[in-house]
Structure formats: structure tokens, C-alpha cells
């Protein structure tokens, strides 16, 4: 089963370290981490179950790991602990699209989402820099989803509008104290029944569709295309067509995928979103083929 693999990207001093660091000390998953500056990420002595020259294995189940010349290589080398997901940070100069596709051609993981981080309290300033505005743009144009990180430090409002003036189909979603909302990372695909019976304490609302009838695939596709920025994530398995062939559902921000799904799964689709998200009502979208 592929690893799905979540990419972390930003301009230098965004806080995706700060992230990072958040993101291994509580996780509640096995999490895999490749990051560049390997001497920033802070782990607790306590936690190190063992080291293996740039690898750190930790006894919450977690790996951290520097990302080596070889990108692939690196990622091989943290898959192969089998993690829930995989985290990878990319540089503060780099392009994390780029990054992705390079993820996309390892055997083992598939791209889960590619995050990008904006500094709240400096990144008006930093559009003003006409040496930094071509890299900002393009570490926007193909994010998943833009997290405002140090909203304790200025107000949100001038950053959001900011990204929003750069690209206006920009999903973005303010972080806390940062931490990476553990919702919206990858995960292992489990069955929709294990999302649903996880308890909600990420602060994001969620919605549950248990799809047990075969939907239409043009209509469901059609919804799927129409769904507000407010919803952040779609996730589970649904039937499609006169066969009822199993599929496998995954939405992040605007990007979403419907793939065939052969090993067998309990129907039932699992949204996710903020306090904006309106009811999703997938039956008055007479989703399902009418006999």
C-alpha cells in the first residue's frame, strides 16, 4: 500500500521548521520527516530511540532523516520504516511543485498534498522585494493549500489578502501555535469507518456520507469540481457506475483524484472544513442513478 506523502513548502523563515519540530514531538501516527537543515530539528533526548548518522529513529514510532543529494534515495530509505505518512520539507528557495513530481516518481508513496506556509507578519513586506516576489509566486501557484503561520504575531488579514491577490483560487487556513493541522496531512488509507471514529480535535468541522448506493460518476465529478474553498478536504470509498465499482476518493483544497480501488473497503466519504463549510447534501445532487 502506497505511503502518501505530504510536501512542506515556504519562503525562509515561514516557521515550516518550527512545524516540523511541532509535528514530531505529538504525533499521535507514525510520521516520516526528510528535512534540509537537519541540525534545527529539535527532538527531545528522551524520544530518540536510536541514530543512525542522518536518520533518528524515535520511540513514538516516528523517523526523522536529512535529504541527501538524491532525493529519491532519501525517501526510499524513511518509506522502507513503513510510517502512516511522509513529510518533506522543502527548502526556503524551492519550488515545492517541483519537489512533488520528483515524489511522483517513487515506487512505494503517492503525492498526497503540497502545503505551503506564509509568514503573517512579514510576507506583505516581502511582496515588496522584487527579488523575492517571483520565488513567493511560485511557491503559490501550485499549493494544495497556503497556511498563515504567526498569526499571534499580526493580524491574518493583510497575508490572506495578499495570497488571494496572487492567486484567487487560493485555499488558505490560518495554523496555530504551529502545528500542522493533523486533519489535513496524509494518512494511510483506511477504511472511511476508522476517519469517522476518529475524534474531531482539530478544531475543523466534519461531515460523514456513508454513500452506501453506486453514484453517477459525472455527477459526483461535477460536484466534486463545484465544492467551496471552505471545504479542505474529502476523503473514503464510493461505488460509481451500473457496476458499483469500487473507487477511492481523495480532495485536498482544489486538487482531487477518483482512482479505482480493487482491495476492498467499507463505503462512506468523510469531508473536512472550516467553520464556513455549508452541508454538503450529496442527495439533493441525485448522485445516484435513478432504476
Request: neutral net charge; charged residues 20%.
Given at each position: 500500500?502506497?505511503?502518501?506523502?505530504?510536501?512542506?513548502?515556504?519562503?525562509?523563515?515561514?516557521?515550516?521548521?518550527?512545524?516540523?519540530?511541532?509535528?514530531?514531538?505529538?504525533?499521535?501516527?507514525?510520521?516520516?520527516?526528510?528535512?534540509?537543515?537537519?541540525?534545527?530539528?529539535?527532538?527531545?533526548?528522551?524520544?530518540?530511540?536510536?541514530?543512525?548518522?542522518?536518520?533518528?529513529?524515535?520511540?513514538?514510532?516516528?523517523?526523522?532523516?536529512?535529504?541527501?543529494?538524491?532525493?529519491?534515495?532519501?525517501?526510499?530509505?524513511?518509506?522502507?520504516?513503513?510510517?502512516?505518512?511522509?513529510?518533506?520539507?522543502?527548502?526556503?528557495?524551492?519550488?515545492?511543485?517541483?519537489?512533488?513530481?520528483?515524489?511522483?516518481?517513487?515506487?512505494?508513496?503517492?503525492?498526497?498534498?503540497?502545503?505551503?506556509?506564509?509568514?503573517?507578519?512579514?510576507?506583505?513586506?516581502?511582496?515588496?522585494?522584487?527579488?523575492?516576489?517571483?520565488?513567493?509566486?511560485?511557491?503559490?501557484?501550485?499549493?494544495?493549500?497556503?497556511?498563515?503561520?504567526?498569526?499571534?504575531?499580526?493580524?491574518?488579514?493583510?497575508?490572506?489578502?495578499?495570497?488571494?491577490?496572487?492567486?484567487?483560487?487560493?485555499?488558505?487556513?490560518?495554523?496555530?501555535?504551529?502545528?500542522?493541522?493533523?486533519?489535513?496531512?496524509?494518512?494511510?488509507?483506511?477504511?472511511?469507518?476508522?476517519?469517522?471514529?476518529?475524534?474531531?480535535?482539530?478544531?475543523?468541522?466534519?461531515?460523514?456520507?456513508?454513500?452506501?448506493?453506486?453514484?453517477?460518476?459525472?455527477?459526483?465529478?461535477?460536484?466534486?469540481?463545484?465544492?467551496?474553498?471552505?471545504?479542505?478536504?474529502?476523503?473514503?470509498?464510493?461505488?460509481?457506475?451500473?457496476?458499483?465499482?469500487?473507487?477511492?476518493l481523495q480532495l485536498v483544497g482544489r486538487r482531487w483524484t477518483l482512482a479505482p480501488w480493487a482491495r476492498g473497503?467499507?463505503?462512506?466519504?468523510?469531508?473536512?472544513?472550516?467553520?464556513?463549510?455549508?452541508?454538503?447534501?450529496?442527495?439533493?445532487?441525485?448522485?445516484?442513478?435513478?432504476?
Open positions: 500500500m502506497s505511503i502518501p506523502v505530504t510536501i512542506l513548502g515556504g519562503f525562509l523563515g515561514a516557521g515550516k521548521t518550527t512545524a516540523v519540530n511541532h509535528l514530531l514531538r505529538h504525533a499521535r501516527r507514525r510520521v516520516g520527516v526528510l528535512v534540509n537543515d537537519f541540525g534545527a530539528i529539535s527532538v527531545d533526548a528522551r524520544l530518540i530511540e536510536a541514530a543512525e548518522g542522518d536518520l533518528v529513529a524515535l520511540s513514538n514510532g516516528c523517523v526523522c532523516c536529512a535529504v541527501g543529494p538524491d532525493l529519491g534515495a532519501s525517501l526510499a530509505r524513511v518509506a522502507a520504516r513503513r510510517p502512516d505518512r511522509i513529510v518533506v520539507e522543502a527548502s526556503g528557495v524551492a519550488d515545492p511543485w517541483r519537489v512533488a513530481q520528483l515524489v511522483r516518481l517513487e515506487p512505494g508513496v503517492v503525492l498526497d498534498a503540497v502545503l505551503v506556509l506564509v509568514d503573517a507578519s512579514s510576507f506583505a513586506e516581502q511582496l515588496a522585494d522584487r527579488w523575492l516576489v517571483d520565488t513567493l509566486e511560485r511557491q503559490l501557484a501550485r499549493a494544495d493549500l497556503v497556511l498563515l503561520s504567526k498569526c499571534d504575531l499580526a493580524s491574518p488579514d493583510a497575508a490572506r489578502a495578499a495570497v488571494l491577490r496572487l492567486r484567487a483560487d487560493a485555499v488558505v487556513v490560518e495554523m496555530q501555535g504551529g502545528a500542522l493541522p493533523d486533519a489535513l496531512l496524509g494518512r494511510a488509507h483506511s477504511p472511511a469507518s476508522r476517519f469517522i471514529a476518529e475524534p474531531p480535535e482539530h478544531g475543523f468541522l466534519t461531515a460523514f456520507w456513508p454513500a452506501e448506493a453506486a453514484f453517477d460518476g459525472v455527477k459526483l465529478r461535477a460536484l466534486l469540481a463545484s465544492l467551496p474553498a471552505s471545504v479542505l478536504r474529502a476523503k473514503g470509498f464510493c461505488r460509481i457506475g451500473p457496476e458499483g465499482a469500487l473507487h477511492l473497503a467499507a463505503p462512506g466519504l468523510v469531508l473536512i472544513g472550516t467553520d464556513r463549510m455549508p452541508a454538503v447534501d450529496f442527495a439533493a445532487a441525485e448522485l445516484t442513478p435513478r432504476g
